[in-house]
């Protein structure tokens, strides 16, 4: 079940290089031809591109990543929605950003078959002067195990 | 003060598929996301699936590829993503966007656009609401 008490949780700070090959490993496997990713020499990240921020805190370690505390069910959790803001153009190639990750609200919904549970983790990105630059909102939900949708 | 030029008509429907399971691996290698649901049928099959199932964020990348093809690579402030409905293998999904509003924000003119991936099924996949800046011409 997932758990409340994750509300607040806050990781440790990780390191995100933004590389042009990944870029373009990601325009092909979202079949974008956009000369923007293939031809510039700094190119700015495609819109869904900080995802990748997986790899980076998964090498960081644990404690970087505090989405584990919200211990969402593997057989009822799913992704529901994802939001990317970028606060002028995305960030380039050649970028080095620090990111944070925190929990947010945890908190349940009645739905149509019983109680959704919703938990919402937010990963700020800071450039090297520590200006804010793009900001990712993932949101959870778990269904309320079967026998319990009261 | 320069004009800022009326945005440009949604281009024509970005139609991708059949869809593989290479695919999904591809986008999975390049993501980070290994969730074996994607790609290993005998965990999909335990999992109670026919086959692996697509990946939501593929989907969502194939959107942002409609909305920066239209829009500008550099010009995206906000992709906001919901994933509604299961894409499978052999499916063909299809791309759309509709203008929401156009406004302007702390001297910026920006442009509200939503966008749909459906599937030949006729299951709309993933929506998302995006927010781009429009460059004065």
């Not at chain 2, 194939?62 to 010009?75: D, P, Q, R, V």
């Not at chain 2, 299809?94 to 299951?123: F, P």
Request: aromatic residues 10%; glycine residues 8%; charged residues 20%.
């Amino acid at each position: 079940m997932a758990n409340p008490a994750a509300q607040g949780a806050v990781g440790a700070p990780f390191m995100v290089e933004i590389e042009r090959g990944k870029i373009r490993e990601f325009a092909a496997a979202t079949h974008s031809a956009n000369p923007a990713y293939w031809h510039d020499e700094n190119p700015v990240v495609p819109p869904t591109f900080l995802t990748t921020q997986m790899f980076w805190e998964s090498w960081a370690g644990t404690e970087s990543s505090p989405w584990h505390l919200v211990d969402l069910d593997q057989q009822r959790g799913v992704h529901a929605e994802q939001e990317y803001i970028f606060y002028g153009p995305p960030p380039r190639a050649g970028a080095r950003l620090t990111a944070q990750s925190r929990i947010g609200d945890v908190y349940t919904k009645q739905g149509r078959s019983g109680p959704l549970t919703f938990a919402v983790m937010i990963t700020e990105y800071r450039d090297e002067s520590g200006r804010l630059v793009a900001e990712a909102k993932l949101t959870g939900v778990e269904a309320a195990p079967p026998g319990d949708r009261s | 003060m320069t004009a800022t030029p009326p945005p440009p008509p949604p281009p024509p429907p970005l139609v991708v598929g059949p869809l593989t399971r290479t695919d999904f691996v591809r986008y999975q290698g390049a993501s980070g996301d290994f969730n074996p649901l994607h790609h290993d049928e005998t965990f999909a099959r335990a999992a109670g699936y026919d086959a692996p199932l697509a990946v939501g964020m593929l989907n969502a990348g194939l959107l942002a590829t409609y909305a920066t093809n239209w829009l500008g690579a550099e010009a995206v402030r906000r992709f906001k993503i919901r994933f509604r409905g299961r894409v499978w293998p052999g499916d063909t999904v299809t791309c759309t966007g509709a203008l929401v509003r156009e406004y302007e924000q702390d001297g910026s003119q920006l442009v509200d656009v939503e966008l749909t991936c459906t599937s030949q099924a006729g299951v709309v996949a993933v929506q998302a609401w995006a927010t781009f800046a429009r460059e004065p011409a």
